[in-house]
């Protein structure tokens, strides 16, 4: 008993399964579906059709007059007595058969007529009704003959006879040597039969009936397409925020998905173009406000030595000292921007190679020794033991670490320590560069990789900066599939940047 519930059970889990996946097949595509709601609303119609067959019967009902039983018990009475009258082989006998039906005839009123000739056509007996005395024979045969092949009497298969006519069998026979033809004919009695036809109304409701449910059960897709035509009509019309309602999983659930993302694409890449633009317009418009600077001061010294406005050899010296630094500064704003440009062009490429980390770490910082001590500065760093080799551009990534030492140099606070540490962590290199500095705010650590930003003079007495250091820098890691980032704990602000082994 348990193994019979548990084949139960399996047959229950099977069956669900299959109709499971039947549906989802049928859910993903739209062919399947109208292909099925084709065959559902084609055979409810037949049904509902076959339904109310019955209700719509009696209305063309009508008789029909059929002589065709009648004639075929003349026909078969005609052979059972000219059998019976071949058995006993004897005229007499089928003399008396004919009287008896005579007789019966006569009881019932019925017209029959029975004739009995010889070979020439001599009516030898006969009915009391008939009045012929010769009968043409041939004429007799051609007529039988001709009745009997279009209306054959086969059982099973009879033909219905509906005009009243005379009818008239012929039956050859040959009693003690001698050949007779026994003839019966009469006008058959008819029997009239009800007949009744469905007509074109249960088909036309049927026709009806599945236009309208086909109809009903499309209109949720058709509804889907309207919409789906709207929504891509929205988006053409430039609303890119638009989203069309998603519905079902079929073709058409695929197609809103694609054009949804579509559409998303676009407005992401009009954003971008619109952001690429005001880039453009704001590094225009700080390029020429960072340039105009230097170049106004440089300007205005050099007015005042070509015009001799100062009193001393100190003092001009002074001054042309001055139009030399802003030169300088001007120079390296120049070539920031420069290397900025380059890095963001599409096309900027890296020359791969492999490079010891520990090793070009130590040599960057020995030479900003001097630099640090100048300011008071000191480097410690964290390596391990091993050394740590990766697919670097190096020329490009120098200017990375050499950008965060310097900024670490010019704006240490504190005791002045600037620490370095290097570190594996799964596939990544970890470098950070630390040092003790003024508060950040988390809008400030945000801002600072962006373009030609300085944080609050009060910070620091170094003005010469153009903006673009770590601007440069955060190009140069992600270009090698890294990335680079600022945070401020514990008054020290940090320059963490993850690297991959190999790109």
Known sequence: MKRIFRLFFKLVGLITHIGEKIKNNIQRSIRIQLFTTFILCALGSFLVSRAVLPLFENINEGAIVDYSFSMRVMYFQAHDIAELAIQENSVDSLRQSIDQENEKMESHQNSLKMIVTDEGGEVLYKTKHVKVEHIDLHEEIRNAMNFTINQ???EGSPKMVTSREEFSTLVPLTLQDKKYYFI????????????????????????????????????????????????????????????????????????????????????????????????????????????RTPLTSIMGYLRLLREEKYETKEQYD???KIAFSKSEQLKNLIDDLFDYTKLMNDKNTLVRQQVCLNELLDQLMEELVPLAEQKQRLF????????????????????????????????????????????????????????????????????????????????????????????????????????????????????????????
């Open 184 to 291: 019966v004919s009469g006008l058959p009695q008819g029997e009239a039969i009800t007949s009744t036809s469905e007509g074109p109304i249960p088909f036309f409701i049927g026709v009806i009936l599945f236009i309208l449910s086909f109809f009903y059960i499309t209109k949720r897709k058709m509804t889907q397409i309207e919409s789906l035509a709207e929504g891509v009509m929205e988006i053409a019309k430039g609303n890119l925020a638009y989203r069309i309602e998603k519905k079902g999983q079929d073709e058409i659930a695929l197609l809103t998905d694609n054009i949804n993302q579509m559409a998303e694409e676009i407005m992401t890449s009009i954003e971008m173009e619109r952001k690429v633009e005001q880039q453009k317009n704001d590094l225009i418009t700080n390029v020429s406000h960072d340039l």
């Open 318 to 320: 002074e001054y042309l």
């Open 152 to 154: 054959p009497f086969e």
């Open 380 to 503: 410690i760093k964290h390596f391990p033991e091993h050394r740590i080799f990766v697919a670097l551009d190096s020329e490009k990534i120098v200017r990375v670490f050499d950008n965060l030492l310097i900024n670490a140099i010019n704006y240490s606070a504190g005791d002045g320590k600037i620490l370095v540490s290097l570190e594996e962590q799964d596939d990544l290199i970890r470098i950070c560069v630390a040092n003790e500095s003024d508060a950040f705010t988390a809008e400030e650590l945000d801002s600072l990789f962006e373009r030609f930003y300085k944080k609050d003079q009060s910070r620091t007495n170094v003005t010469e900066g153009s903006g673009l250091g770590l601007a440069i820098a955060k190009s140069i890691v992600e270009l090698h599939g890294g990335t680079i980032h600022a945070k401020y704990k514990n008054e020290t602000l940090y320059f963490i940047i993850s690297l991959p082994f190999t790109a």
